[in-house]
T-cell receptor, first 115, second 115 residues
Framework: DTEVTQTPKHLVMGMTNKKSLKCEQH?????MYWYKQKAKKPPELMFV???????INESVPSRFSPECPNSSLLNLHLHALQPEDSALYLC??????????????FGPGTRLTVL | AQSVAQPEDQVNVAEGNPLTVKCTYS??????LFWYVQYPNRGLQFLLK??????LVKGSYGFEAEFNKSQTSFHLKKPSALVSDSALYFC?????????????FGTGTKLQVIP
């Protein structure tokens, strides 16, 4: 089973709202990722958690706040977003194997619209 | 530094004909190479990867890819295209000398299979 689930599928929020995106995997993977993807563009890496610790933050604005409560769950907390933050947000996970062909498996994404 | 290029924004092919989606890469060490497919408003689905060994890699849904070290290429192929193969295809690369976390994606190639 290579399934990564994400909720909600769609989210519309105002610029003053606070919302959260959720991601879950039960493959025993120890690395989890958040990506942002604009239409017809490649995914852009935002954050990486490795063994539940934040290992990469690609200079993402503080209005995006990641959280990894346990090895299966990954959240992305959103606050005071801008319309340009509207995008497809993808979660991915991998086994976290250095030196091997570590493969990232993606969830279906959350389509976020900021009004 | 690692990079990947997909020289074609779009590839059109008639149903039943063979298809090729091109990818070239640049890494400082030995490459790990991946192909993903993305259907509209969906996440990326893993198709296949090259780690080492046989230059011809077989993947999901009848796709295969050929690793060519001298040409630094990893072209995706399928002997007989289906209309359902129409989607956005991403090539990705990671250098095996570093960590597992950062994968570089190409800009994507839209495949249109014409009935």
């Amino acid at each position: 089973d290579t399934e990564v689930t994400q909720t909600p599928k769609h989210l519309v929020m105002g610029m003053t709202n606070k919302k959260s995106l959720k991601c879950e995997q039960h493959m025993g993977h120890r690395a989890m990722y958040w990506y942002k993807q604009k239409a017809k563009k490649p995914p852009e890496l935002m954050f990486v958690y490795s063994y539940e610790k934040l290992s990469i933050n690609e200079s993402v604005p503080s209005r995006f706040s990641p959280e990894c409560p346990n090895s299966s769950l990954l959240n992305l907390h959103l606050h005071a977003l801008q319309p340009e933050d509207s995008a497809l947000y993808l979660c991915a996970s991998s086994q976290a194997r250095t030196g091997q062909g570590d493969t990232q498996y993606f969830g279906p994404g959350t389509r976020l619209t900021v009004l | 530094a690692q990079s990947v290029a997909q020289p074609e924004d779009q590839v059109n092919v008639a149903e039943g004909n063979p298809l090729t989606v091109k990818c070239t890469y640049s890494v400082s060490g030995n490459p790990y190479l991946f192909w993903y497919v993305q259907y509209p408003n969906r996440g990326l689905q893993f198709l296949l990867k090259y780690i080492t060994g046989d230059n011809l890699v077989k993947g999901s849904y009848g796709f295969e890819a050929e690793f060519n070290k001298s040409q630094t290429s990893f072209h995706l192929k399928k002997p007989s295209a289906l209309v359902s193969d129409s989607a956005l295809y991403f090539c990705a690369v990671r250098d095996n000398s570093g960590g597992y976390q950062k994968v570089t994606f190409g800009t994507g190639t839209k495949l249109q299979v014409i009935p």
